[in-house]
Structure formats: C-alpha cells, structure tokens
C-alpha cells in the first residue's frame, strides 16, 4: 500500500510533488524535494506545475529538469531568471491529482481522510488525519478516543474509497 499526498484547490484537485528548498545558479533553475513517485510523468516538458505563493496558485509550465546531488532541478517557461524564482524558495510545488498514476493499491491522501474505519463490522471512527513516516505512515482515528493505526497489511485489510469504508484488524492494546 502506499499514500500519495492531496488537496483541493480551485476546480480541479492538486497534489504536492515537492518542496523548493533553493535555487541553482542563475539561469532560473530551482532546486526541489521530491515528495512524488511520478518524478517523470510530473517534471516532464509542458506540464503545468503550481507554486503555493502568498495564498495563490501560480500557474508554471515546466521547460525542463533535471537531476542533480539528489534533488530535482527544474526550469520553468518564461522563469530562466535567478531574479524571476529566488522568491519561490520555500514554497510546495503541486501537480494535478491523476488517479491514473497509482497502482491498484495505492491512494492519495485526501482520498482517506473522511473514511469510517470498521473492525468486525463495528465503527471505531473516521480517519481525521494521515501522518506520513520513512517506515510506514499511521491513520489517525477519531471516534469514542483517538486510535493511531499503522497503515500496513498487517492492520489494514481492505480500502474501499468508493463507499469511504477502511477495514481493520487490531490487536489486543489499540
């Protein structure tokens, strides 16, 4: 199973790709963390990428990447200025949500927050929140108290997010 990150913006949802931690010499490069598995499919010539900036959405069409000491550098259409990007730094970088990217068992985050999590056909809450760690990421449960469920097979049996419903097994102690 594995999580993607999402959110609502404006008509159509957005994904957070990464972070722009700098930039890379003058020519407009910017220097970005990566937070997707799609690095080909999101970075690649003419696709459109938003910066998060002052509470907008700025629109950027991407002109071309690259890889460099473990970072994506990226160049942006109309952007190959030090002077037009250095103000980008420390900003998300977002994509549009396309499903068609996961495979059949993976999910983007917003797609879980709001499901009701069952064990043995018996409501324990719904998922308020995703908290994302390098081992595996947990699911936070509001109910009759907050449950913190690791988000892995071992836990979490079936996902339905056509009917918002998550199926659990826990162990004696949650």
Not at 65 to 76: A, Q, S
């Amino acid at each position: 199973m594995c999580l993607h990150i999402s959110f609502l913006g404006g008509f159509m949802e957005k994904v957070i790709v990464g972070k722009i931690v700098n930039t890379h010499g003058i020519r407009g490069e910017l220097k970005v963390k990566s937070s997707t598995d799609f690095v080909e499919e999101r970075f690649k010539k003419g696709t459109h990428l938003w910066i998060a900036f002052e509470n907008q959405m700025i629109d950027m069409v991407v002109k071309k990447y690259r890889f460099h000491k473990g970072h994506i550098l990226v160049t942006f259409e109309e952007h190959e200025n030090i002077n037009f990007v250095e103000k980008y730094k420390g900003c998300l970088l977002y994509a549009d949500k396309n499903t068609d990217l996961l495979d059949e068992d993976e999910y983007y985050i917003s797609d879980l927050i709001g499901c009701k999590v069952y064990q043995d056909d018996k409501v324990l809450g719904t998922v308020t929140e995703v908290q994302l760690y390098n081992h595996h990421d947990i699911l936070v449960v509001d109910g009759d108290r907050k449950i913190m469920i690791p988000y892995v097979d071992a836990f979490v049996q079936d996902v339905d997010i056509d009917e918002k419903r998550i199926d659990v097994t826990l162990i004696e102690g949650f």
